[in-house]
């Protein structure tokens, strides 16, 4: 199958992460520009090419552990009742970089707060899918297969990976072929992919052609090796890949987006704003800023969103003194959960899911 290396649809500012395979993501001033991320700004996450996909003789196969295996045309999905959601898409490699800079992670993108976006999904119902397949009472794992066969990893296998049955057949787990009223752009999975609200980006697979249904999580390398989190002492040289946790839900998280890293500001009242996410059904509920190390927080005013699939925004007003000033910000959730304070406590040889607080440091003159 041919591939390409290059996205064609992206605006300029995008800051390119990797060339080969194309990665890239949204710098935090477009991320905060719209609750809906325009798909020209969307951060990409690509382990390999972009496989050129012919939709006429695209197929997508279900199979496993089913009644009824079926291999669908698009065609054949687009008959399934449509559906539109808003989910936001979140690597979970998102904020490694901060990570990096705590101790070396290397081989790995450096992604600062981008590579993460929310879209307005257009699609079939995953559950709808599986229901004419007719789900074996075994099953307990929905797992994808992407089309694209030279990934990094070098094992020839495409990238893959997957949910529990209970996720794939829930509201917010889709099989998309429309991103933001278009057809998905190539870099974004086209002709169809999977959409699983308030889950990593990794199980969100592109160019989907297979879809089986078995009694374990798959073993494709990015859900048995890479996209799985170790404790802070495991290493390279250490590590044992059958332990580890699977990535699943995006932990609790949220990021100043305005003012940006490095600014310098002119005294007076400063708008912060940012974004704030939590993958499981508790939902964000609060942002507090702290301009002090954690000492005092004043709380943000939570702006939009109120899905546990989409991302909410927020916004305050802080009057910073003068000099150099770290703004931290951090979110609860219901119930009362919130962030780790320092990224020493989520540091992780891979360098995934590093939800602890976080700040920008400005100057105020
Ligand atoms: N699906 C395939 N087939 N190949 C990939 O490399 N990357 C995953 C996921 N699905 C990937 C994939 C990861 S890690 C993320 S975060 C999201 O796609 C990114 O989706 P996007 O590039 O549309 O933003």
Redesign the pocket.
């Known amino acids: 199958m041919p591939h390409s290396t290059r996205a064609t649809h992206k605006r300029p500012e995008i800051k390119t992460r990797k060339r080969h395979p194309y990665n890239a993501e949204t710098p935090p001033d477009l991320l905060r520009k719209s609750f809906i991320t325009p798909t020209d700004s969307?951060?990409?996450?690509?382990?390999?090419d972009v496989p050129e996909v012919d939709p006429q003789r695209y197929r997508l196969r279900v199979s496993g552990l089913v009644e009824n295996p079926l291999e669908l045309s698009l065609e054949e999905i687009k008959g399934f009742p449509k559906t539109e959601s808003t989910s936001t898409?979140y690597?979970?490699g998102n904020r490694r970089r901060e990570l990096m800079e705590t101790s070396p992670i290397p081989g790995k993108v450096a992604w600062d707060v981008g590579?993460a976006?929310n879209a307005r999904w257009g699609g079939v119902l995953l559950r709808d899918v599986l229901r004419e397949a007719g789900l074996k009472g075994e099953v307990r794992h929905a797992a994808f297969t992407?089309l694209?066969g030279d990934?990094e990893s070098g094992t020839g296998e495409?990238?893959g990976g997957s949910v529990p049955i209970e996720r794939a057949t829930a509201d917010g787990a889709l099989l998309a072929y429309e991103m933001n009223g278009e057809p998905l752009a190539p870099?974004?999975?086209f002709p169809l992919r999977a959409v699983v609200g308030g889950y990593v980006?990794?199980r969100?697979?592109?160019?989907l052609s297979g879809i089986t249904l078995q009694p374990e999580p798959s073993d494709n390398h990015y859900q048995a090796v890479e996209y799985k989190i170790f404790p802070p002492h495991v290493t390279a040289e250490n590590v044992d890949y059958s332990q580890g946790e699977m990535l699943g839900e995006i932990p609790l998280n949220c990021v100043v987006c305005a003012p940006e890293n490095g600014e310098t500001l002119a005294r007076g009242p400063v708008a912060v704003r940012g974004y704030a996410i939590s993958g499981d059904d508790r939902g964000v509920e609060r942002v507090e800023v702290s301009t002090d190390a954690g000492r005092s927080w004043t709380e943000a005013i939570l702006t939009e969103g109120d899905g546990p699939a989409a991302w909410r925004f927020w916004e305050t007003t802080l009057e910073p003194g003068p000099g150099s000033c770290e703004i931290l910000a951090r979110a609860t959730a219901a119930g009362g959960a919130t962030q780790p304070r320092r990224v020493e406590e989520v540091w992780n040889f891979q360098g995934y899911a590093n939800n602890a607080w976080h700040g920008v440091t400005v100057r105020v003159e």
């Not at 969307?42 to 390999?48: D, E, T």
């Open positions: 969307f951060y990409v996450r690509n382990h390999g898409l690597c979970a590579a976006g992407g694209d990934v495409p990238f870099e974004h999975g980006g990794a969100s697979v592109k160019w």
